[in-house]
């Protein structure tokens, strides 16, 4: 991603912007730190940071 890169509250669902300030730091480290050919397939922190965000605002 870009250093200049501009995330607009607009764009994205209230899901989306709160999966954007808790997992998506996250992620990114691990595709730095990864040498696996597939590593950016591999979205299942991504999933998981979205479940748990859904579960926290269903209950």
């Known amino acids: 991603m870009k250093t200049d890169f501009v995330l607009m509250k607009s764009s994205v669902t209230e899901d989306g912007f709160e999966l ?4 998506v ?5 691990y595709l730095d730190r990864s040498v696996a050919e597939n590593k950016f397939e ?3 922190r991504l999933e998981k940071g979205l479940a748990k965000i ?5 209950r």
């Open 25 to 29: 730091q996250g992620w990114f480290l």
């Open 42 to 44: 591999n979205i299942s």
């Open 20 to 23: 954007f300030k808790k997992d």
């Open 54 to 58: 859904r579960e926290l605002k269903n």
